[in-house]
Antibody, heavy 123, light 107 residues
Framework: EVQLLESGGGLVEPGGSLRLSCAASGFTFSTYPMRWVRQAPGKGLEWVSA????????YYAESVKGRFTISRDNSKNTLYLQMTSLRADDTAVYYC????????????????WGQGTLVTVSS | EIVLTQSPATLSLSPGEGATLSCRASQSVSSYLAWYQQKPGQAPRLLIYDASNRATGIPARFSGSGSGTDFTLTISSLEPEDFAIYYCQHRSSWPLTFGGGTKVAIK
């Protein structure tokens, strides 16, 4: 059974930093690209960042570029999101998500999601 | 950035009725569009990928259509568990973007 378990969220002051983790199990983690998606309270979904299976390719939304860093440790089956220079509009539930795979093709959609971890940026 | 616009914002229907949700892209995304369902307090669930393909385990009452800039999610007959918010998402190019969502509410 695929499981994704985020941790590391919490309350942080504007300008602060936080590192989110996502522990994966139930699938061959190293072969799957992974994503972070966030959802501000009462709002819609926003894609944040992406990383390839091996970790060599990364992508970011403009809103977080230069402030957030995605990485992964395939030996630990764990995905990370290092967040710095946090702002009030970064307040959201952050989900890690696994890319959908079917019949030999990876699709840049998300079939398994974690339960989410809440990041609140406030003084 | 490709902007996805969903309509209507809210759809009020009764169980057993059909639902038609729209997603319009600001430029062509070919058939590279997915639909998700999200219930309160839960993560989204992938329903449809590449415009018209049902994801694993998704009931046949959910169907998707469209290409280019105009897409539709159809729920043929609403079950009580289908009342939720639905989002579209494209994979045509970076950045990936989602639509603002359509809430399917009980009338």
């Amino acid at each position: 059974e695929v499981q994704l378990l985020e941790s590391g969220g919490g309350l942080v002051e504007p300008g602060g930093s936080l590192r989110l983790s996502c522990a994966a199990s139930g699938f061959t983690f190293s072969t799957y690209p992974m994503r972070w998606v966030r959802q501000a309270p009462g709002k819609g979904l926003e894609w944040v960042s992406a990383i390839s299976g091996g970790g060599s390719s990364t992508y970011y939304a403009e809103s977080v570029k230069g402030r957030f860093t995605i990485s992964r440790d395939n030996s630990k089956n764990t995905l990370y999101l290092q967040m710095t220079s946090l702002r009030a509009d970064d307040t959201a539930v952050y989900y890690c998500a696994k890319v959908y795979y079917d019949a030999g093709t990876y699709y840049n959609y998300f079939d398994y999601w974690g339960q989410g971890t809440l990041v609140t940026v406030s003084s | 950035e490709i902007v996805l616009t969903q309509s209507p914002a809210t759809l009020s229907l009764s169980p057993g009725e059909g639902a038609t949700l729209s997603c319009r892209a600001s430029q062509s995304v070919s058939s590279y569009l997915a639909w998700y369902q999200q219930k309160p307090g839960q993560a989204p669930r992938l329903l449809i990928y590449d415009a018209s393909n049902r994801a694993t385990g998704i009931p046949a009452r959910f169907s998707g259509s469209g290409s280019g800039t105009d897409f539709t999610l159809t729920i043929s007959s609403l079950e009580p568990e289908d009342f939720a918010i639905y989002y579209c998402q494209h994979r045509s190019s970076w950045p990936l973007t989602f639509g603002g969502g359509t809430k399917v509410a009980i009338k």
